[in-house]
């Protein structure tokens, strides 16, 4: 490994510890500031996750569709393109798996896996819309893909609704999916699900997909320097919309996986947020499809300690929300440790020069 590798793994690992221990300071301060017990309110936060199987089931739970938002945000950035529609393709995808998961009937072992390819090339499809929309006219994929989120959600809304609602419910819920669509819990005592086993294969064939293959190479160059890929032959257009519609079946099956995994209906009437919450863990990852795991615990952890917090104490669990806001603004901060990181790359230069100068001495 270079030196200047290794120095910017030594700096982004360290940013990420900084992060974590100032989320947990700023949360110490809130509690400080608004609790009238506060010693109730942090052993709720920090250790209620770990108090029972059933709630280390629920970190695992919670971290679960963050896995599929986080790569698809991963693939989007990593070629330098800036669409949101994560969200928009987990919600599309929740609505093709319910359609299969209610209407097709197939056998145990096939069925879902037929729903969660049809949630992910749903969500490819609406991801192609803002990337084609780039590549034809300079569309901002930013602004159509914001837009465009609100129309998934509000279409899929419109489909349970009126094509697929149980009658004789009194609040808006699907039919019922048939049994053989159910994801099988694979820890007794959670709602651990093969959902995530999926979620983790996922982040490892991402991995290799960004960094052991062609493909990978010219979507990072891409991402990196547009113009030096377009002078080296490489079709950047191309390159740009095909790495929007992975990230669009990514977080289409995602979405098939969390809602055949904890779910027996379609029963939101808003979007849940896992892809504005996939951001915030693609930048904990680092944009490291491997480390997107434990990012996504991480997360998962804040978000179960918080509604307990919320439920044992007076302590509202809005406070994740500002945890994130400041995670991300730290994170995206690249003035953070970098005289520091600039230091070491100097130290090291001049090290490897004097090396030199002994060699050539000898």
Same mark, same amino acid.
């Given at each position: 490994m270079d030196s200047n590798k290794r120095i910017r793994i030594i700096v982004d690992i360290t940013k990420l510890i900084i992060t974590i221990l100032v989320s947990c300071g700023l949360v110490t301060l809130i509690v400080l500031v608004t609790s009238s017990d506060p010693v109730n309110a942090f052993s709720s936060f920090f250790l209620g996750p770990f108090t029972s199987v059933r709630r280390i089931g629920n970190i695992v739970e919670a971290a679960s569709p963050l896995m599929f938002t986080a790569l698809a945000v991963i693939m989007i950035f990593s070629a330098g393109q800036f669409s949101m529609i994560s969200e928009g393709a987990f919600f599309i995808g929740t609505l093709g798996a319910m359609m299969i998961a209610t209407s097709v009937p197939l056998p145990a072992g096939i069925h879902p896996i037929v729903a969660i390819l049809v949630a992910g090339a749903m969500g490819a499809a609406v991801a192609l819309i803002p990337a084609v929309l780039k590549m034809k006219w300079q569309v901002s994929e930013v602004v159509t893909s914001l837009m465009l989120?609100?129309?998934?959600?509000?279409?899929?809304?419109?489909?349970?609704?009126?094509?697929?609602r149980e009658i004789s419910s009194s609040s808006l819920a699907s039919i019922e999916f048939k049994d053989t669509s159910i994801l099988p819990v694979i820890i007794r005592g959670t709602r651990i699900h093969l959902g995530i086993v999926l979620g983790v294969i996922l982040c490892i064939i991402t991995y290799f997909l960004l960094y052991r293959t062609t493909f990978g190479m010219k979507l990072r160059t891409v991402g990196n320097n547009a113009k030096f890929a377009h002078y080296s032959g490489i079709k950047?257009?191309?390159? @740009?919309?095909?790495?929007?519609? %992975?990230? !669009?079946?990514?977080?289409? @099956?995602?979405?098939?996986?969390? %809602?055949? !995994?904890?779910?027996n209906r379609f029963k939101w009437t808003t979007s849940p947020g896992y892809g504005w919450s996939g951001i915030v863990v693609a930048l904990l990852a680092r944009d490291n499809p491997l480390m997107v795991p434990l990012a996504a615990l991480f997360m998962g952890y804040l978000n179960v300690g918080a509604n307990i917090m919320a439920r044992n104490s007076d302590v509202s669990s809005e406070v994740v929300q500002i945890i994130q806001g400041v995670m991300i603004l730290m994170i995206a901060a690249e003035a953070l440790l970098k005289k520091w990181k600039q230091k070491m790359i100097v130290k090291a230069a001049k090290s490897e020069a004097g090396m030199k100068g002994d060699v050539i001495n000898d």
């Open positions: 989120n609100y129309v998934v959600q509000f279409f899929a809304i419109y489909m349970v609704s009126y094509h697929f950047v257009t191309g390159i @740009m919309v095909i790495s929007q519609v %992975i990230a !669009g079946a990514l977080a289409g @099956m995602g979405g098939g996986a969390e %809602i055949l !995994g904890m779910y």
